[in-house]
């Protein structure tokens, strides 16, 4: 008996260590085949025209993570035709060695610098927590991003705050069907304190208390975002459904949802129906900034007074049900054009 029980002891502990040398022997090529990957995706990237570099790059976490540390990094594409460049604090991710999912972490100073619509943009974001996730599976990758504490600088002018944002994106494998989702995305984004001074008089010292946007992009679709995946996308009947978007801002509530599209020129088109409430706060802030001229106010106040109605509840201010869309670079509420939108220039 004593001989059977020292037998089955011996065995466990062979068994164990045989378990803890795979794992090691697993960890280690993994650890191996990772710092290859990152050597190869630098290198491609280079060749492409992008930039990229770290300081310190640390790899530990064995024998259930790897953990990456790394400083200063940064990426940036100098040579596109809309050029960008992201400088970051350190990031600290980590990954499983056994599934497709891993947490990064960056909290610090991020300095974003590109070019929209012909003009550059400096946005300067600093970050009290910073985290983003990825998961993995055959049909889809899911990607969310999380941020607290936000102050956010752009080209130089005094920072707006943000309590929290999330961002949220699933993107869906094999779609090929028009009608089918190939994304879903979500944004919400809540407590924001905006610069006073670049505002008028109805929003200052109002929190913007929620915005928040969701949606699916139907059809196949690829995040290039030049012009011949636009093209394609459209051409196959490519939508941005958008089944919720919510604003409060003080007086101003907005809900609504609606489809958008691209034209024969690549630019934005766009059907929604939306409720509003604090109407006449956002059309004086409008003629404040002079987006609209007083006449143009004056007939949108007038029309939308005729279009209001008592609330469902019959408590709080009037609302009004009205048609937004673009169209022709053309942003309007109902008959009333509000702004032109610049033009979008797709790269090659």
């Known amino acids: ?20 040398l795979g794992i090691s022997g697993f960890w280690l090529i993994g650890a191996h085949r990772l710092k290859g990957t990152v050597a190869n995706l630098e290198n491609n990237w280079h060749a492409r025209g992008g930039e990229s570099s770290h300081e310190n790059f640390r790899l530990s976490g064995f024998p259930m993570w790897f953990r990456v540390l790394v400083d200063k990094p940064v990426v940036g594409f100098p040579q596109a035709p809309s050029p960008w460049r992201w400088e970051g604090p350190p990031v600290r991710i980590r990954m499983s060695p056994f599934a ?11 300095q974003l610098d590109f070019t929209a619509f012909g003009g550059p943009v400096s946005l300067a974001i600093q970050a009290r927590d910073a985290e983003g996730e990825y998961r993995g599976r055959s049909s889809q ?6 941020g607290d504490k936000l102050a956010v600088t752009v080209n130089g002018q005094p920072p707006m705050m943000i309590d929290r944002i999330d961002l949220d994106l699933v993107s869906l494998h094999g779609v090929t069907d028009h009608l089918k989702p190939s994304a879903q995305f979500t944004v919400d984004i809540d407590d924001v304190k905006l610069t006073q001074g670049s505002l008028p008089e109805q929003f200052r010292n109002q929190l913007i208390d929620l915005a928040r946007l ?3 992009v ?4 690829t995040p290039k975002l030049d012009r011949p995946s636009a093209t394609a996308w459209r051409d196959l009947g490519g939508t941005v459904e958008i089944t919720s978007l919510e604003l409060r801002w003080g007086q101003l509530k907005i809900v609504g949802l609606g489809t958008m599209a ?5 630019q934005p088109l766009a059907a929604f129906t939306a409720t509003i409430t604090g109407f006449n706060e956002a059309i004086d802030a409008l003629a404040a900034t002079e987006v609209i001229q007083k006449n143009e106010a004056d007939a949108a106040k007038s029309l939308f007074k005729l279009l209001a109605k008592p609330p469902r509840l019959l408590v709080g ?6 048609p937004v869309t673009i169209q022709n670079q053309r942003l309007a509420i109902g008959p009333i054009t509000l702004m032109m939108l610049p033009l979008i220039e797709w790269p090659n």
Do not use: S
């Open 1 to 20: 008996m004593v001989n059977v029980a020292r037998r089955l002891t011996i065995l466990a502990c062979v068994v164990l260590v045989l378990v803890a």
């Open 100 to 110: 497709p999912r891993g947490r990064a972490q960056f909290p610090g100073q991020h």
């Open 218 to 221: 139907l059809g196949p679709f």
């Open 317 to 322: 201010p009037p609302e009004i049900a009205v």
């Open 262 to 266: 691209l034209d024969a020129n690549l």
């Open 141 to 146: 990758d899911h990607f969310a991003v999380h």
């Open 214 to 216: 969701r949606g699916e």
